[in-house]
């Protein structure tokens, strides 16, 4: 089985322009969930679509935004970017919302800075 | 608010050692806990997990330890290896939840040949 992939791997944009960053699940797998990982601060949650519906959210401002397609591809935009916002961005898939067992299966990630 | 916690962002051991990397959560509904290994431009891996309902769960050189009352966790890799450097994260979740995980800051463990 194919994991989870994630396009494109490095990215580079200025200040106040937008970027969509693209993640396709583990076939079969439902859940698409975005991550963002910068030094020190671990893995912060941005949200998580299951079924084309946004059913988690994290505490991110409204500039970041994603969406699900009926294919399960998951879509992740930041508009007006800004400096902090440069960060490795991590998709995971899982087959299911809840359950004893929630490992998530990670892509690469999105390596995205902005100058 | 940082409801789970890892530390000590780093930690060296040699070649054959024991690793020891720990983790501290808050919130009292955790009951699911993982870890997960991170290479450099890589994605992380789920590496192994532990119900509440035990203390102790081992898959070859690791081992993780649970002590609820202390709300702390640990990882044991016994013998360490130079192929374990990595970042390692423990992450947390209400199993019967469709809560997303919570993860800490992360480990970077270098083991020394």
């Known amino acids: 089985k194919a994991g989870v992939t994630q396009t494109p791997r490095y990215l580079i944009k200025t200040r106040g322009q937008q970027v969509t960053l693209s993640c396709s699940p583990i076939?079969?797998?439902?859940?698409v969930s975005w991550y963002q990982q910068t030094p020190g601060q671990g893995l912060q949650f941005l949200f998580e679509?299951?079924?084309?519906?946004?059913?988690n959210k994290g505490n991110f401002p409204g500039r970041f935004s994603g969406r699900q397609f009926s294919n399960s591809r998951s879509e992740m935009n930041v508009s007006t970017l800004e400096l902090g916002d440069s960060a490795l961005y991590l998709c995971?898939?899982?087959?299911?919302?809840?359950?004893?067992?929630?490992?998530?299966?990670f892509g690469p990630g999105t390596r995205l800075t902005v100058l | 608010d940082q409801q789970v916690k890892q530390n000590s962002p780093s930690l060296s051991v040699q070649e054959g050692r024991i690793s020891i990397l720990n983790c501290d959560y808050t919130?009292?509904?955790?009951?699911?806990f993982l870890w997960y290994k991170k290479y450099p431009a890589e994605g992380p891996t789920f590496l192994i997990s532990?119900?509440?309902?035990?203390d102790k769960n081992e898959d070859g050189r690791f081992t993780v330890f649970l002590n609820k009352s202390a709300k702390h966790l640990s990882l044991h890799i016994v013998p360490s290896q130079p192929g374990d450097s990595a970042v390692y994260f423990c992450?947390?979740?209400?199993?019967?939840?469709?809560?997303?995980?919570?993860f800490g800051s992360g480990t970077q463990l270098t083991v020394l040949p």
């Open positions: 995971a898939s899982r087959d299911r919302l809840a359950g004893a067992h929630n490992e998530q299966f």
């Open positions: 532990i119900s509440s309902i035990k």
């Open positions: 679509y299951f079924s084309e519906t946004q059913r």
């Open positions: 076939s079969g797998h439902r859940s």
């Open positions: 919130n009292s509904m955790f009951d699911y």
């Open positions: 992450a947390a979740v209400v199993s019967g939840s469709a809560r997303q995980l919570t």
